[in-house]
């Protein structure tokens, strides 16, 4: 079954910074990958997702991710940081025909003004 | 874009009362929809996923008997915790899918119960 580890519980950067959060994966096969948004007392929002094609994908809020097979890896980035970008960060593993998702555990972004 | 709504929000019972838990797609008809609980800092874990019309699929170690899930139609699925206790306090989120695929789904706002 497919797993996903986020190494990183809280990640605190200052505003305008850039960002990145690690996703790693675990996966036999070609995985589809997606990173999903928390606020507080909130569900989740779809940031962005890859099911193949370029590995480079763009998503909303000016957030981009690459996924990289040799590492298995799906990072999360964004340029320049705003403080409404404080939140819970999710990265999921699902597989074609397969209702199986996972979830990391997530990465909480404290943002500095 | 495709909208979820949980009702309700939040939800205070005692001890051994039941709760139901509605889950409902606005403006698109979800064949499937599915039910997951997340823990205080800690992510979701899938608990069941519920067809429209049929019974639900419910996760290894999730007892159906204490987690009933109804999917009456295409916009509605109802989550009922059972004769409730403390332990079953958590965040409840249900999705909603019009493909009946997980990489389609749509998340409610979830659904804060504590049972005191």
């Known amino acids: 079954a497919q797993s996903v580890t986020q190494p990183d519980i809280h990640i605190t950067v200052s505003e305008g910074a850039s960002l990145e959060l690690r996703c790693n994966y675990s996966y036999g096969a070609t995985p589809y990958l997606f990173w999903y948004v928390q606020s507080p007392g909130q569900g989740l929002q779809l940031l962005l997702k890859?099911?193949?094609?370029?590995?480079l994908v763009q998503g909303i809020k000016g957030f981009e991710a690459e996924f990289k097979r040799s590492q298995s890896s799906f990072n999360l980035r964004k340029p320049s940081v705003h403080w409404s970008d404080a939140a819970e960060y999710f990265c999921?593993?699902?597989?074609?025909?397969?209702?199986?998702?996972?979830f990391g555990a997530g990465t909480r972004l404290t943002v500095k003004p | 874009g495709a909208v979820v709504s949980q009702h309700p929000s939040r939800v205070i019972c005692k001890s051994g009362t039941s709760v139901k838990i509605e889950c409902r797609s606005l403006?698109?008809?979800?064949?499937?929809m599915f039910w997951y609980r997340q823990f205080p800092k800690q992510s979701l874990m899938l608990m069941a996923t519920s067809n429209e019309g049929s019974k639900a699929t419910y996760e290894q170690g999730v007892e159906k008997d204490k987690f009933l899930i109804n999917h009456a139609s295409l916009t509605l699925s109802t989550l009922t915790v059972t004769s409730a206790h403390p332990e079953d306090s958590s965040f409840y989120i249900c999705s909603a899918a019009a493909g009946g695929r997980q990489e389609t789904q749509y998340f409610g706002p979830g659904t804060r119960l504590l049972v005191l």
């Open positions: 999921a593993v699902g597989a074609k025909n397969n209702n199986d998702m996972r």
């Open positions: 403006d698109f008809q979800a064949t499937t």
């Open positions: 890859y099911f193949s094609g370029d590995t």
